[in-house]
C-alpha cells in the first residue's frame, strides 16, 4: 500500500473533513506537504496547520512565523470567511468538537464547500465527531510502514549512528537485522525508526541481544489498554516437570508456526485448549509452548477488558486481539477462558458479543498467534468455541503419575539449591500420590520453614511431615475430579 497515493485519493474525493487518528504527525504532514507540491502544477491550493499552541500556520510556502487564531472558535470564524480555498490541518481539535458553536462553525464550512474548497483536516491521536457532522466526514488510517520502508528507516538509524559518532560502524549481524525488521511491523514510523536508533545506539550494533527490549517496548507501547501481560523469556519453562506427550506435538508444529521454509507446505497451527485439575501445570503448559517456539507470550486477563459502559467491552478485546495481531509471531494466553465467555450473570448480551468477537477473529486471523485456552471446567463453554476446528487439539491436564512427582520434586529442590542426593525422592513421591504440581510444590516450601525454625537442614523427614498434614484437592474435591477424568477419557489428549 502507497500511503501517499492513498491520502491523495482521499483528498481528491472532496469531502469536506478528512478525519486522521494518528499520533504520527510529522509523518502525514510531510505527506500532506509532498500532495501540494505535486497539485501545484495544476490547481494550486495552500496549506495551513493549527494548534491551540501557535495557531495558524502556513506549511507549504516559507514565511515569516505569523501565528494567528489560537483560539479555537476565532479560526474557524476565520476559515468561514476566507473566500479562496485552501487545505487546514487542525491538530488536537478533537477536544472542541463539544462546543456547539465550534460544531455550527464546521457545519458551515461544509455547507460552502461546494462553492469554495475549504478542506478540513482534524487529526488527533482520537476524534469522536458530533452527528450532525457525520455526513461530511470521511476517515482515512494512514498504513503502517512496510518492510522495505522499515529497512529504509533502520538504515536511516545506522547511518545517523556513524554521523555522531565518526569513525566508528555499526555492527551488524544479518539475522538479527532481519529479526529486528519484522519485529518492528505494526509500528508507526516514528515509533519504529525510535526503537531502531534506540537498538542501534545503545551498544553500536545490531545483535540478538537488541530484540527482547525491542520487543518488550513495541508491547508497551501497543498495550495502553492494559488487558495484557507480556512475558519475553519462556525458555526456561521448557523444562518442567511432565508434559511430554504435549511437548512432543508442540515441538513437532513448531516449523509450521516459524514459518521455516521446509514446512511451507504445512497449514501454521491454531491453538490448544488445556483442560484440567487445578494446579496440575496448565499455566506452565503456557509458558512451556512459547518457550518451545521460542517467541513471546502474551496473556490476555478478561477481568480487565470487561466495562460497564455499552461496546467498551468488545473495543478493549479488539484492541488486544489486534495488538497479539501485531506481535506476532507469539503465544496468546486466555487463562480461565470460561470465566470470560461462558456467562457473567447479567452481562449475558455483553458475553455473547464478546464470544462473538473472538470467534469471528479465531477464523478470520492471518498473523502467527497461537492460541493456549486453560480452563478448569469445559461443561460451562459454549459448544460453538470447543466444536472441531477452532482448536487444533483438546489436552486434558492430569495428577501427575509417580515418576513425573519425582521429576517435580526434584526440580523444585534444585530451584531452591537443595541437594538431591540428601533426600529420598522415591519415597517422597510415592507418598505425594493425588498431590498435583503447585502442593509438591508447596510442600517443599513449607517444609523449608519448618527445618528452618527447628534450625536443622532440610531433609526427608521434613517433606514427609507435611505430606502427612496436607489433604490434596484429590481428595477434597474428589468426586468432582473423578467426574472431570472420566469426561476426558477418550475425549481429550493426555499431556502425558
Same mark, same amino acid.
Given at each position: 500500500?502507497?500511503?501517499?497515493?492513498?491520502?491523495?485519493?482521499?483528498?481528491?474525493?472532496?469531502?469536506?473533513?478528512?478525519?486522521?487518528?494518528?499520533?504520527?504527525?510529522?509523518?502525514?504532514?510531510?505527506?500532506?506537504?509532498?500532495?501540494?507540491?505535486?497539485?501545484?502544477?495544476?490547481?494550486?491550493?495552500?496549506?495551513?496547520?493549527?494548534?491551540?499552541?501557535?495557531?495558524?500556520?502556513?506549511?507549504?510556502?516559507? #514565511?515569516?512565523?505569523?501565528?494567528?487564531?489560537?483560539?479555537?472558535?476565532?479560526?474557524?470564524?476565520?476559515?468561514?470567511?476566507?473566500?479562496?480555498?485552501?487545505?487546514?490541518?487542525? #491538530?488536537?481539535?478533537?477536544?472542541?468538537?463539544?462546543?456547539?458553536?465550534?460544531?455550527?462553525?464546521?457545519?458551515?464550512?461544509?455547507?460552502?464547500?461546494?462553492?469554495?474548497?475549504?478542506?478540513?483536516?482534524?487529526?488527533?491521536?482520537?476524534?469522536?465527531?458530533?452527528?450532525?457532522?457525520?455526513?461530511?466526514?470521511?476517515?482515512?488510517?494512514?498504513?503502517?510502514?512496510?518492510?522495505?520502508?522499515?529497512?529504509?528507516?533502520?538504515?536511516?538509524?545506522?547511518?545517523?549512528?556513524?554521523?555522531?559518532?565518526?569513525?566508528?560502524?555499526?555492527?551488524?549481524?544479518?539475522?538479527?537485522?532481519?529479526?529486528?525488521?519484522?519485529?518492528?511491523?505494526?509500528?508507526?514510523?516514528?515509533?519504529?525508526?525510535?526503537?531502531?536508533?534506540?537498538?542501534?545506539?545503545?551498544?553500536?550494533?545490531?545483535?540478538?541481544?537488541?530484540?527482547?527490549?525491542?520487543?518488550?517496548?513495541?508491547?508497551?507501547?501497543?498495550?495502553?489498554?492494559?488487558?495484557?501481560?507480556?512475558?519475553?523469556?519462556?525458555?526456561?519453562?521448557?523444562?518442567?516437570?511432565?508434559?511430554?506427550?504435549?511437548?512432543?506435538?508442540?515441538?513437532?508444529?513448531?516449523?509450521?508456526?516459524?514459518?521455516?521454509?521446509?514446512?511451507?507446505?504445512?497449514?501454521?497451527?491454531?491453538?490448544?485448549?488445556?483442560?484440567?485439575?487445578?494446579?496440575?501445570?496448565?499455566?506452565?503448559?503456557?509458558?512451556?509452548?512459547?518457550?518451545?517456539?521460542?517467541?513471546?507470550?502474551?496473556?490476555?486477563?478478561?477481568?480487565?477488558?470487561?466495562?460497564?459502559?455499552?461496546?467498551?467491552?468488545?473495543?478493549?478485546?479488539?484492541?488486544?486481539?489486534?495488538?497479539?495481531?501485531?506481535?506476532?509471531?507469539?503465544?496468546?494466553?486466555?487463562?480461565?477462558?470460561?470465566?470470560?465467555?461462558?456467562?457473567?450473570?447479567?452481562?449475558?448480551?455483553?458475553?455473547?458479543?464478546?464470544?462473538?468477537?473472538?470467534?469471528?477473529?479465531?477464523?478470520?486471523?492471518?498473523?502467527?498467534?497461537?492460541?493456549?485456552?486453560?480452563?478448569?471446567?469445559?461443561?460451562?463453554?459454549?459448544?460453538?468455541?470447543?466444536?472441531?476446528?477452532?482448536?487444533?487439539?483438546?489436552?486434558?491436564?492430569?495428577?501427575?503419575?509417580?515418576?513425573?512427582?519425582?521429576?517435580?520434586?526434584?526440580?523444585?529442590?534444585?530451584?531452591?539449591?537443595?541437594?538431591?542426593?540428601?533426600?529420598?525422592?522415591?519415597?517422597?513421591?510415592?507418598?505425594?500420590?493425588?498431590?498435583?504440581?503447585?502442593?509438591?510444590?508447596?510442600?517443599?516450601?513449607?517444609?523449608?520453614?519448618?527445618?528452618?525454625?527447628?534450625?536443622?537442614? #532440610?531433609?526427608?523427614?521434613?517433606?514427609?511431615?507435611?505430606?502427612?498434614?496436607?489433604?490434596?484437592?484429590?481428595?477434597?474435591?474428589?468426586?468432582?475430579?473423578?467426574?472431570?477424568?472420566?469426561?476426558?477419557?477418550?475425549?481429550?489428549?493426555?499431556?502425558?
Amino acid at each position: 500500500m502507497d500511503a501517499n497515493h492513498d491520502l491523495e485519493l482521499i483528498l481528491r474525493s472532496r469531502t469536506p473533513i478528512v478525519i486522521i487518528e494518528s499520533q504520527d504527525e510529522a509523518r502525514i504532514l510531510e505527506l500532506l506537504q509532498g500532495i501540494t507540491l505535486r497539485r501545484a502544477t495544476k490547481s494550486y491550493i495552500p496549506l495551513f496547520r493549527w494548534t491551540i499552541t501557535d495557531g495558524l500556520q502556513r506549511l507549504d510556502i516559507a #514565511l515569516e512565523p505569523q501565528a494567528i487564531n489560537s483560539n479555537p472558535t476565532d479560526v474557524l470564524k476565520h476559515i468561514r470567511a476566507v473566500s479562496k480555498p485552501g487545505m487546514y490541518v487542525l #491538530l488536537d481539535f478533537h477536544p472542541f468538537l463539544d462546543d456547539p458553536i465550534n460544531v455550527r462553525l464546521l457545519k458551515d464550512i461544509c455547507i460552502q464547500f461546494r462553492d469554495i474548497e475549504r478542506q478540513m483536516i482534524l487529526m488527533s491521536h482520537k476524534v469522536t465527531i458530533p452527528s450532525e457532522l457525520e455526513s461530511f466526514c470521511v476517515r482515512f488510517d494512514i498504513a503502517l510502514p512496510t518492510e522495505q520502508e522499515r529497512v529504509r528507516i533502520v538504515q536511516k538509524a545506522v547511518d545517523a549512528y556513524s554521523s555522531d559518532n565518526p569513525g566508528s560502524r555499526v555492527q551488524i549481524d544479518p539475522k538479527a537485522h532481519h529479526l529486528l525488521i519484522k519485529n518492528l511491523a505494526g509500528l508507526s514510523n516514528a515509533d519504529t525508526a525510535r526503537l531502531a536508533r534506540n537498538a542501534i545506539y545503545v551498544d553500536g550494533a545490531i545483535s540478538k541481544s537488541d530484540l527482547p527490549n525491542v520487543m518488550q517496548a513495541k508491547y508497551e507501547l501497543l498495550n495502553r489498554g492494559g488487558a495484557l501481560q507480556f512475558e519475553h523469556d519462556t525458555a526456561t519453562f521448557v523444562d518442567v516437570g511432565g508434559l511430554s506427550r504435549l511437548k512432543a506435538w508442540l515441538s513437532q508444529r513448531r516449523p509450521a508456526f516459524r514459518g521455516d521454509e521446509s514446512a511451507s507446505h504445512l497449514d501454521p497451527p491454531k491453538g490448544i485448549l488445556l483442560l484440567g485439575i487445578q494446579g496440575c501445570g496448565k499455566s506452565l503448559a503456557a509458558k512451556a509452548t512459547a518457550g518451545i517456539f521460542g517467541v513471546p507470550l502474551l496473556r490476555l486477563d478478561f477481568g480487565a477488558i470487561y466495562d460497564k459502559y455499552h461496546g467498551e467491552t468488545e473495543r478493549k478485546l479488539r484492541e488486544s486481539l489486534n495488538t497479539a495481531d501485531v506481535m506476532s509471531p507469539c503465544v496468546l494466553w486466555i487463562d480461565e477462558i470460561e470465566k470470560g465467555i461462558a456467562g457473567r450473570g447479567g452481562e449475558t448480551g455483553t458475553t455473547q458479543r464478546v464470544l462473538g468477537t473472538f470467534l469471528t477473529w479465531m477464523a478470520e486471523k492471518k498473523s502467527h498467534v497461537f492460541i493456549v485456552a486453560t480452563a478448569n471446567d469445559i461443561s460451562t463453554l459454549p459448544p460453538e468455541l470447543v466444536r472441531k476446528g477452532r482448536f487444533d487439539e483438546i489436552f486434558f491436564v492430569d495428577l501427575p503419575t509417580l515418576e513425573i512427582r519425582a521429576s517435580i520434586l526434584a526440580i523444585h529442590l534444585s530451584n531452591r539449591h537443595q541437594p538431591l542426593g540428601n533426600f529420598d525422592i522415591p519415597r517422597l513421591a510415592a507418598a505425594m500420590e493425588g498431590f498435583s504440581g503447585a502442593e509438591i510444590e508447596q510442600a517443599v516450601v513449607s517444609a523449608l520453614y519448618a527445618a528452618h525454625a527447628n534450625r536443622k537442614p #532440610l531433609d526427608t523427614e521434613f517433606i514427609r511431615a507435611e505430606i502427612q498434614q496436607t489433604r490434596p484437592l484429590s481428595v477434597v474435591l474428589s468426586e468432582k475430579i473423578s467426574q472431570m477424568r472420566t469426561w476426558a477419557a477418550g475425549r481429550t489428549v493426555s499431556c502425558d
